[in-house]
Nanobody
Framework: QVQLVESGGGLAQAGGNLRLACASS????????MGWFRQSAGTERQFVAA????????YYADSVRGRFTISRDNAKNTVYLQMNSLKPEDTAVYYC?????????????????WGQGTQVTVSS
């Protein structure tokens, strides 16, 4: 069983930065792909970013490409999402996810494990 715990959410002004972290425990998913998703009020959960097991490949939604950066530190069992140049439309609950496949994360929006989410609010 893998447990994912997100941290780093909060309130930021438009144009500001936040860094999210997702710490995993239990069966160490160092060989798993990891991803970030977000869901705002009244919308479906959407893919944000994904990273393969060794960090060599990253994928981004068009809406965040160039502003967000996903990375991972397998020694710490942690994946990060650096969010720069934040916009009010980035406001959402952000979820961390782990799966055996980046394809399932970024195309199917599916994952074997999900965190409970952390709120990000960007004010204009």
């Amino acid at each position: 069983q893998v447990q994912l715990v997100e941290s780093g959410g909060g309130l930021a002004q438009a144009g500001g930065n936040l860094r999210l972290a997702c710490a995993s425990s239990g069966r160490t998913p160092s060989s798993d792909a990891m991803g970030w998703f977000r869901q705002s009020a009244g919308t479906e959960r959407q893919f944000v970013a994904a990273i393969n097991w060794d960090g060599g490949k990253t994928y981004y939604a068009d809406s965040v490409r160039g502003r967000f950066t996903i990375s991972r530190d397998n020694a710490k069992n942690t994946v990060y999402l650096q969010m720069n140049s934040l916009k009010p439309e980035d406001t959402a609950v952000y979820y961390c996810a782990a799966d055996s496949s980046t394809m399932r994360l970024r195309v199917g929006g599916q994952a074997d494990y999900w965190g409970q989410g952390t709120q990000v609010t960007v004010s204009s």
